[in-house]
Structures are given as C-alpha cells and as structure tokens.
C-alpha cells in the first residue's frame, strides 16, 4: 500500500513537527512494515516563482502563428534584477513571450526565472526571441513534469485553501499539489484495514494521541429498495449498496490532484469515472465498482455461479466459471465475478452518463479461493480475502456518487438501494489485567480500556471484566488474545522488556535424531556431499526407474495445488532428486560425485480428514483421524555416485555408503544378490538386518541411466532409515568403544564361484565370536592359480577387545576359529601366503 503523507494528514490531525522520519518510525513500532519513504514529485530546482500577469500583447507572426508579450510581476527581487525593466510609472514586472492562448491580464501563473532547471534537465535563461528578451518562462504542466497537458499554461487559485491570496515572487510549488512523501507498506494479512488511507490515518493518529476524523460518518441504514434493484442469492454477500448519478458528463477530465494522488498509489490514471472509485477505494479500503447503468437488464442479482458458465473480464480473459465463484448478474448472465474484476459487458466506457455504483461485502475465504483459481489477484480481491469493513460500504458508495456529481456535473438520483445488513461482529469477554499478564509488562486497567476505545472497541467495564465488541473493520480480534496482541502493538513491543522463560528440563535427542546426526557426521567425512531436493516428482519419473505393476512405489499421493505441472505428486523413493542433482552438476562440469540425501517419502492412499474447528483446540480423537487420512511418509536414505578411477567402482561406493549408515547405528547388513527395479540386474545387493529388507544397492540399470541422461556405470543405494533405526540396539545395548589397540587379520579364502561372499561373511562372523570388531571383503579373485569354477574371496577381520590389549596368540585363534566355520559349511580352502 502507497501512501501519500499529505493525505493521512487529512484525517489524522499530526502536529506540524511530525515529519516522515518520525511517522516511519511510529508506525513500525505500531506493527506495520513500512519499507520505504518515497520522495513524489518533479525534479526542479532553481527559482520557480508565482507571477501574476500585468499586460498581454498578442503578437501574430508571419508563419501564422500568434505569440503574446507578457508583463509580469514576479515579486520585487525578481522584477529588479529584470533585463528590461518596466518602463517609468509602471509596476516592477518583467517581460516574457507566451504562445499560450490562455494566458490573461489578471491571472496568476507559475513563473521559472533564469537559473531555474525543469523536469528532464531543461535550463531556463535569458534569450531574445521574436523581437524582445524573454527574462523567464510561464509554465504548463508537461515543462514542469507533473503532468501531460501543453494545451495550455497552469492558471493558479487568487488564494490558498486558507483564503490567503497568492504573493508574486513567493514559491510556486507548494501550490501545484505535487511534491510530497509516499509510505510504501507492506500489510500483512491480519490488518487489512490498512489497506486504505482511513486505516493508516487511524493507525497514525493513535500513535501520536492525534486527534482523528473518520470519513466515515454514516452507519449503513436499514434495507431500502428505492434505487436500482438488487437481490442478494448467496449467504456469501451479506450486503449490497446500489447508487447511480445520472447525467455524467463523459468529456470532463480527471483533475490534476486526482490523477497525482492515483499516480502516487501506484494507480494508473483512466478516466474520471474509473479514477473516482480507484480513489474512494484507496481512501476507504472499500472495493467499489461501477456498471454503466445503460447497458444492465433489469436488476443485479449476486448469487452463486452456474457450472460451465462464461464471464469475459476486464482483462479480455474469458473464463470459465465454477459453482463455488460468486457473481454478479443481471437479465443478460453473469456480469462480473463478484469481488474479484467485472465484465466487458457492462463495462464503463469513455461515452458513459449513467453510472450505478455497488458497494458491497463478500466473504473473504470465498474471494480468496476464486482469485487463487483463476489466477486473477486485483486491488479489489486483495481487500476482500483479508476482511473489509462491511459498515463503510454506505458511505463510500455516497462519496463516490458525491465526486462524480462534483467533478463530472452528474445528478445523484434520490432513490437508493441496501440490500442485506452488516453482519454482527462477535462480541468478547476478557480480565483488565489479561494484558499485563501475557505481556509481562505492566498495563494499568485505564490504558487498556484508552487503548482498545482508540482502536475502535467498544469496551464496557465492570470491575476487572471487559465486554468488548471489535469495529466492524477489525474482523482480527476474535479471541481475548488478539486484543493482547493489539494492546501490545500500540504500548510497543520496544518498551517492553524480553523475559525468556525458562525451558524444562529434557530428555536430549531422540534415538532417531541422535543417529540422523551421526549420520551428517559419518557420511560428509567419508567423501559423500549432502544434498536436498524438493520432495515432487511425476508419475512418468517414477515409471521411468522401470518400477513393475503393483510395486507400492506407484502408490502417489497427488497434490492439490502442486508448484509445478510438470511434478504433481509427492515421491516415494528420494532416486529422481538425486538424478536431478547429479544432471545440474554435469551441466557444470562436475562429473566426479558422490551425493547423498535424506527425507522423507510418501506412499498413498490419503484418507479422508475430518474438518476441525478452529474455535477450541483439536480433541483426541479429531487429532487421531487426522493422522489416519495422512499418507504412510517414511524417511529414507539415499546416495549416487558416479564411476572415477582412482576412487574405485561406483557400486563399491554405492555398498560402502550403506554400510557406513549400518555401521553408524551399530548394525552389520546382510547381502544378497536380486533383481530390484532401477538397479542392473546382477549387479543389485539386498540389504537386510534380521531377515528384513532394509534397502538396496548397486549399479543402476543402463536403460535407467540413458532416460535420464546420467553418466554410464553410475552406482545408487537407497534405505529404508526409519527401518534400519528402528532395528538398531537401544540406548543401553550400543556397544561401547575401546581406547586399546586393534589386531588385523587377513584371510583368503577359495569357495564355489556360486557361493555367495555375504553368507561366507556371514559364516566367519559367527565364528569369530565376540571379539571381532568388523568385517569386510576386500577383494574377489579368479583366474591364475585358482581352479575353475571356484573363486578366491579377501576378507579383513578387526579384532579389540575391552579392557585388554589381544596377544598375538589370542587374534590368530578367533581368526582360525572363523575359518573354521566357513571350511564346515562351504567347504572353503583358506590360502596361506
């Protein structure tokens, strides 16, 4: 919201020391966001005087042309230093050439003297022209910026509003209406009364203990049908005000201190019609529209939209309209979407004479969700979805009328319509010192009730109760703390002292959260990059991972209002995120990765979810019903990494990855080889903990990899995280850690090439016992020396125990202890070297 500091000042009473400075700094502190504080008005500097003409000479010139030699005086400092002085016996003046036709003897204009320089750099200097020295110029509008009229220079008023007449030689700006300061403010949602130059002007005035003259001044009146009719169809428009000026005449302008102060609100000048409901809009945050009275059939009806209805708007859109739309029709259909923007048909043009004004209230929710579907926010939808004051709709519908009588030499027709009423506001009950205590501030009982009677409250006390009833332009205060809240923004929450109570004592982090740190500790130190993407995806990406029939990763939850098109539904698996990432980072060169990321994914159906009520809070079994109808949403973890030599196989690191998050939570994987969609078959590692799959990793399918165009031999893992914490020891079974030293073991081992390496690892697991440590392949051999059909599997044993330093003698036991168990059940040949 643009707001010119001189027309807050006409209603609110400031002293005259109140600068921008100063009202910048007391609305912030009163809740408002006022970004800026704008200068408005034409760059001019140098002397720009007023002049009143003394003499007019017309001089026609030979090209036909007429030009008028003008005396004019322009104050006694300037008429001395003139370069032809008046003559003897006449008034000090100096002499300039108009070619203005409407320059008079008599008239006071506005005068730039030599050494003035004018809007777009223009220097003003003595110069001979058509016979004399021109000693000044006598402006119009467009030479001084402040508008684009040359058909004629600027006449100014005998006096001021004041009934002072107008000085030669004193400044001539002041009088232009055109230099002035404008608040740009930025209104949240909850104090939409803002949105009006009354809502500030309230706001300013009780800042200051200002005196504040309302605008409006006339209650809405009891129902009457004596103007143009209207009924009301839908409980969504409680009320409905109908006013018409006849006669208008289409050919006068807008004047020049409309058209600033439009220019000023960042609104465009288009016609004074148009331009007069612009500004009663902008002056009393009621959205008003105008219909040309000669084009609507019979009366206007606001009812709900019919489905597959058609409305073209002012936009030149036509759209189709929904049941829950609100219009507003007449004999013809739908003539304007209600609260939003009107229609073509009865659109007011430059040859309009009959004007019927419509002031009315239209529930906020049902505004709000018709602008959101045909993405059509207005000046007018942003008041009404955040609540306009229903008992101005009136008054500003007979302030409109009263302009365009005014300005456009219209006839205000006797009869007029109220359709409906203004709807109750609820009433509350709250303890005088409620305040004090929230704020933890002392509030007396006085300035309480002083504060809320300055906002508009009708407050009746009786002892330490208040019963208020909130202004019917302040649909916030609802609950006893909103009226904390607004005793809090006017006392300022600068002067009131931040206590930060003291938190409970707690329980510290949960399992889960303790091992998600682990994990942003562990993963980033072994070379993988956290990433984070947005939680979306389409089914045709998830399709695309090769995902058979009936897999519950095609279970999408699909959203209804999704930030793109192109990605409508939640993921359930975090692999198209991660190929996204890894396709921006090859878009840059970036081609050695290894990404990693983790969240959450969701897995239909979606129930359906009981509508709470907002009053009080939510009761047990509301809360539990809610959750029922929410999507299944686990948290997964996931990594890609990219094929690089000296870093080794992608899929090891794939493997690797998924063994570092087993081993963060105190776990060992057991593998196995099968085919599970996106990963290449054969070349796909099940991973489970006490028989339950947990993820998987492995190579990704070549078919995978060219869909979505990544690098060849790329590697992905993928866990089920909630899964593999919720298997993992408790708090008091983590196994503790051991400041002794390690004893390294290596073994080699020749088994049937169609044995698995995860149930041989198995096998030496068991049999090491309680001081192995960690397990882990490190090399898979076939060829020389090693006979066919069989293949040598490399596995390096850790062992530590607590408390003691293992002898020699003692590791190589557990060693062959563990050989001994893979030579009972696989027949395994140990290699000595």
Known sequence: MRAPITWIREYAHLDADVDSSKLYEALIRAGLEVETVEKFGPEISGPVVVGRVLSVVPEPQKNGKTIYWCRVDCGEEANAAASEPAGPGEPGSRGIVCGAPNVAPG????????????????????????????DGMICAEDELGIGDDHTGIIVLPDADDSGRPLVPGEPA????????????????????????????????????????????????????????PVRLDTPACPLFVAVTVSDIDPARPSPRWLRDRLKMCGV?????????????MLEFGQPIHGYDGDLLTDGIIVRQAHPGEKLTTLDDVERVLDETDIVIADGTGPIGLAGVMGGQTTELSPTT????????????????????????????????????????????AHRVADLLVELGGGVKQAGETVAGTVPPMPAQHIDAQLPARILGHPVPDEQVVSILRASGVRVEQSGGELALLPPTWRPDLVDPYDYVEEVGCKI????????????????????SQQARKALNWVLPTAGFTEVISFPFCSREEIENLG?????????????????????????????????????RNLSRSQDVLAIYEQGLVFFGPVGEAPIVSVEHAPAASELAAISAALPRQPRHLACVATENSSLGPSWSRAVRFADLAAHTVGLEFAKRNVEHAPWHPGRCAELSVAGRVIGYAGELHPRV??????????????????????????????????????????????VDADVPQAEVA???????????????????????????????????LRFRAHGRTLTDAEAAAARDAAVAVAVERFGAIHRVA
């Open 353 to 396: 004479t009959k004007v019927v004004i419509e002031a009315a209230y239209f529930d906020p929710v049902h505004i709000a969700r018709t602008a959101k579907r045909h993405k059509l926010p207005s000046e007018a939808s942003k008041r009404f979805e955040r609540g306009v004051d229903p008992g101005a709709a009136y008054a500003a």
């Open 492 to 511: 300022g929450f600068d002067v009131i002292a931040p206590v930060v109570p003291k938190a409970p004592a707690g329980r510290g982090r949960t399992i």
């Open 173 to 228: 700006l002041p009088y232009l209406g055109t230099s002035d300061e404008v608040l740009d403010i930025a209104v949240t949602p909850d104090i939409g009364y803002c949105l009006s130059i009354r809502g500030l002007a309230r706001e300013s005035a009780q800042a200051f203990g200002a005196p504040f003259t309302d605008p409006v001044s006339v209650p809405v009146p009891d129902a009457s049908a004596g103007g143009f």
């Open 268 to 280: 465009r000048s288009l016609g004074l019609a148009i331009d007069v409901t612009n500004s009663v």
């Open 762 to 796: 198995a096998a030496l697991r068991e049999g090491a016992g309680e001081l192995l440590e960690s397990l882990a392949l490190f090399d898979v051999f076939t060829g020389c020396n090693i006979p066919e059909g069989k293949k040598s599997l490399g596995f390096a």
């Open 705 to 750: 990899l060219e869909v979505f165009r990544l690098p060849a031999h790329m590697a992905a893992a993928e866990i089920d995280l909630d899964a593999l914490i919720a298997a993992a020891p408790g708090p008091g079974q983590l196994p503790t850690l051991s400041t002794y030293p390690v004893a390294k073991e290596d073994v080699s081992l020749i």
């Open 547 to 583: 995902v058979p029939s009936g897999d519950e990763r095609l279970d999408l939850v699909r959203l209804a209002n999704p930030l793109a098109d192109t990605s409508p539904e939640l993921r359930t698996t975090l692999l198209p995120g991660l190929f996204g990432a890894v396709a």
């Open 107 to 134: 008239a006071n204009v506005v005068v730039s003297l030599p050494g003035a320089v004018l809007a777009g750099g223009f220097q003003i200097a003595s110069r001979k022209t058509y016979g004399h020295v021109s």
